[in-house]
């Protein structure tokens, strides 16, 4: 390829990086300008590694595709300099910004999903990339290389599952199949946005496990985008954190995530759930265990599909809630929690088991039947983007279960929704407010304010903040955890993330394959996991403490 | 495969037979006295008598109904008072008003309109994806922006104007065509080609202006996709992108709709017909309309359907074969 830069040069050199993008919809019109990224500069060291961490909007990945002039004719404004490998990025002219992406640095996406072509061979796909690179290579050659790459990252039976089309690989596989077509024309530099949040906790640890031996072997260097500080503490050297597209503070690892210099950085830190600690008061409002059960589920089970193609998403689960309690249910994906929730609270009918809510058989319930309890529960969804009408005011979205129980008048629907705007921390004058109007923390307690709105006795929270950055995830889930102390609400909380699931939890159930593997008061389970499975999860979850190292 | 298809064959059958009965009830149920009706304007008491008796109209509605679908099936056999008249399976009854069998007459026009069908439906699908292709390709530039303006005129140019424009230019003012009059193919196929072009290119042109907006949208939905994001920044250079990575993804729309517009064609294209003369079912079906020639309208209505029926079919094996995520079951 291209000369060798002198070791003395850094990998990468970033100087006074700025990206501008177009606002709103007249953007050719000479509109305002939206600054992603404002004035970064940093420099990873050849072989060395970086993590650039901050909030959602911080222009983490901005920046991060400027690495690879990936902004070029999007319409986006990039001034300052970017430097990679010795390669002027900004002055390259097309064809040679093509031989550095993938040649000199490769990119690794966050949705292993949707990042490979779905109609072709994940083997033919990196082949392709191959050849674009190296153009004396046979297709022979390229598919040999292929098959190598893969099977350097672990995909059994690599030259066979070369010929796999995408839909065939698990999410883990196909991050894997990335990460090959990565290295496929061993690149200097590896940049990886967010490459494990689309995945399991295990498969997550496995992906991260993986990056640290390819650099280890090839010496290649790492930027890695990422949210999650846990995920950048164990691997990379060095982290920059950001916010508002500018750089807060930088510094090797230990030294910023044990002794942080900024404010931000220490409040960043401050809100990252942790494993290994106890929630905060547990045991303090000595949740009734005497008292009656309010939900109780027997034997509950859910197919899907019929014949030889049926599923069972949940498999034959047993599970009490009591008034006032939280209980906490992790699992992977395809565990069946999802499906539980939705069944608990009647979204979903059972297909077998039993279903008790206050002692009444509610499993079996029409719809018209179940009219009388579905005030007393309700469900707070992930996605509070797409789980409100984007073309009714907030208000409106908040009054409906009220106007659907169609106890109340108009008057007395509207107090009651500014009332619960309040509880939740909103302005009530927000009332007349769109959904696109608010963050996406906002958002999530408006979804809250509207499960609230029928005064329900027990609420399922399926994921309500994964989808959240961890400050605002803090905020949600003390939120949560007071309306729990005022109102005497039951919570069910469902998550993948069990750290969060600690944060709030008095009991826990652990699924798997639609059973429950453990089960247990919250603290026992985490400190005293019984089950391999629960031990694995459990080992899984990224530290940001060096020394707290796994059971 | 093969189950996939049996089962879609038996759907297909449903969706005809209820058509049949919608079409059936619509016109022998209509007020007015079917045998006249059937019989035409200069028959006489006797020979209306007669279509009555081999209408068998005297029965109840739902045997009337049962011997029209024994005759598609089985064939029917017609009794003109001295002697039987058989008419083979296809058999969609008489048309008293010509005098011959419904099946006889559609046979006859078949082969035009096929042979138009498959010809335009080619000229439009090549022309329009092409041009699809090309203003996806330079998207954003005056390329793109003549292209969008042209397809827009083609859509909204009716073919009686495109087609007259044509015929005046080709055969008239520069004289390189001759005025098209129908050959059929397995007469001198040289001749059929040559008299054909005009009328395939004027229905496919109009026809190609969809296509060419189907595919260009599809093509930028999806560019805009992660795994094209994917490619761009691997350095795959952007022709090849859209060739290679973008074009599998957009075909699906554009084979599902042309798939219905195959099968409608069938049913003739009646003003490119009737524009350039050809014997095709389009302008027999606006002859047997305009005459209530109602044994003629139920056929041609039973044909166009079983295209649609059969092109739909046609379509999502394709659709399959484009997309190996799609399973066929």
Known sequence: ?551 | MTGYLLRRAAGALGVLLVLSVVVYATFYIAPGDPARLACGPRCNPEQIAQVRDQLSLGDPVYLQFWHFLQGIVAGHDYSTGTAVLHCDAPCFGLSYQNNQQVTDMLIERLPATASLAVGAMAVSLLLGTATGLLSALRRGGATERVLTWLTLAGTATPVFISGLGLLMLFCAYLAWLPFPSYVPLTEDPEQWAWNMLLPWVALGLLESAKYARLTRSSLLETLAEDHIRTFRAYGVAERKLVTHHALRGAVGPVIALSAADFGSMFGGAILTEMMFGLPGIGALLVHATTTLDLPVVVAVVMVTGTAVVIANIVADVLYAAADRRVALR
């Open chain 1, 1 to 551: 390829m291209t000369s060798e830069p002198r070791t003395s040069e850094p990998l990468v050199a970033v100087s006074g990086l700025s990206v501008a993008f177009p606002a709103g919809d007249g953007g050719r019109a000479g509109g305002g300008l939206v600054r992603a990224v404002d004035g970064l500069s940093f420099t990873v060291p050849q072989g060395g590694s970086l993590g650039i961490v901050g909030e959602s909007g911080s222009g983490k990945s901005t920046a991060a595709y400027a690495l690879l002039g990936l902004h070029r004719d999007t319409g986006a404004e990039v001034t300052g300099a970017v430097t990679v490998a010795g390669h002027d990025v900004q002055a390259a002219d097309d064809a040679a910004l093509r031989r550095l992406r993938g040649g000199v640095a490769a990119m690794v996406f966050q949705d292993p999903l949707s990042s490979l072509d779905p109609y072709q061979a994940i083997g033919d796909q990196i082949a392709e990339v191959y050849r674009v690179h190296r153009r004396d290579a046979s297709r022979r050659a390229a598919r040999a290389r292929a098959a190598e790459v893969l099977d350097r990252v672990g995909i059994p039976d690599a030259a066979r599952r070369a010929r796999s089309r995408p839909h065939e690989f698990s999410g883990g596989m196909r991050q894997r199949a990335l990460i090959a077509m990565a290295l496929a024309c061993e690149p200097r530099l590896l940049v990886a946005d967010e490459p494990t949040t689309a995945l399991d906790v295990t498969v997550q640890a496995q992906i991260l496990d993986l990056l640290r031996d390819l650099r280890a072997e090839t010496g290649m260097g790492l930027v890695l985008v990422t949210h999650d500080l846990g995920v950048a503490a164990g691997s990379v050297d060095e982290l920059l954190v950001m916010k508002d597209g500018r750089a807060v503070e930088r510094g090797p690892v230990r030294t910023l995530l044990d002794t942080p210099g900024e404010t931000y950085t220490r409040d960043l830190l401050a809100a990252v759930p942790r494993v290994g600690v106890r929630r905060p008061g547990a045991g303090v409002r000595g949740a009734g265990a005497d008292d009656a059960p309010l939900l109780e589920a027997t034997g509950l089970t859910r197919r899907f599909g019929r014949g030889k193609d049926a599923v069972t998403a949940v498999d034959d689960v047993s599970l009490t809630v009591r008034p006032g309690e939280t209980v906490g249910v992790v699992g992977e994906s395809g565990s069946g929690k999802t499906t539980l929730g939705r069944m608990l609270v009647r979204l979903l009918a059972p297909t077998g088991g039993e279903l008790r809510y206050r002692g009444r058989d509610i499993g079996g319930l029409k719809e018209r039947e179940l009219r009388a309890f579905r005030s007393e529960l309700q469900m707070v969804f992930q996605d509070p983007v797409s789980s409100l009408n984007p073309r009714r005011s907030v208000g409106e979205s908040i009054a409906d279960p009220l106007r659907a129980a169609g106890k109340l008048d108009d008057a007395a629907i509207v107090a009651r929704v500014r009332e619960l705007l309040e509880r939740v921390g909103l302005d009530p004058g927000v009332y007349h407010r769109y959904p696109h109007e608010f963050s996406g923390g906002q958002r999530q307690r408006i979804g809250i304010a509207r499960a609230l709105a029928p005064e329900p006795k027990l609420i399922v929270c399926d994921e309500p903040v994964s989808a959240l950055d961890v400050t605002t995830q803090a905020q949600v889930v003390r939120l949560l955890g007071e309306l729990q102390r005022d109102l005497g609400l039951a919570l069910v909380f469902i998550a993948h993330d069990l750290a969060v699931v600690r944060q709030v939890s008095d009991r826990l159930v652990v699924m798997r394959g639609g059973r429950i593997v453990e089960e247990g008061p919250a603290d026992t389970v985490y400190e005293e996991p019984r089950h391999a499975y629960t031990k694995g999860l459990l080992a899984a979850v990224p530290r940001l403490e060096g020394a707290e190292a796994p059971a």
